[in-house]
């Protein structure tokens, strides 16, 4: 299994940016797809999982920004995120569960400057 993450880029602070990121391979079901961040020095943290029904979870201090969604006959996984911040800076990982198993994309960058 492979993910594939696609969209990071340089955005100015209040602008939006979309990720995508796409699992290939042999795949029956993902069960969990998510997002992760880890900005330089800091430790890799959660933005965002949604589950095969639809059912998302969020960090607390990035709801309402950032959103997340699937398309199940995709295996691809999307974050939605406006209003950006310089905090927002960072690594953006996606992840997939499948079978008990973690995935991990490569990761694709993200910075918010003017």
């Known amino acids: 299994v492979q993910l594939q993450a696609f969209g990071g880029g340089l955005v100015q602070p209040g602008g939006s940016l979309r990720l995508s990121c796409a699992a290939s391979?042999?795949?029956?079901?993902?069960?969990?797809m998510g997002w992760y961040r880890q900005a330089p020095g800091k430790q890799r943290d959660l933005v965002a999982v949604?589950?095969?029904?639809?059912?998302?979870g969020y960090a607390s201090s990035l709801k309402g920004r950032f959103t997340i969604s699937r398309d199940n006959a995709k295996n691809t996984v999307y974050l939605q995120m406006n209003s950006l911040k310089p905090d927002d800076t960072a690594v953006y990982y996606c992840?997939?569960?499948?079978?008990?198993?973690?995935?991990w994309g490569k990761g694709t960058q993200v910075t918010v400057s003017s």
């Open positions: 949604v589950r095969r029904d639809g059912t998302t």
């Open positions: 391979g042999t795949i029956f079901s993902i069960n969990v």
């Open positions: 992840n997939a569960v499948i079978s008990s198993m973690n995935y």
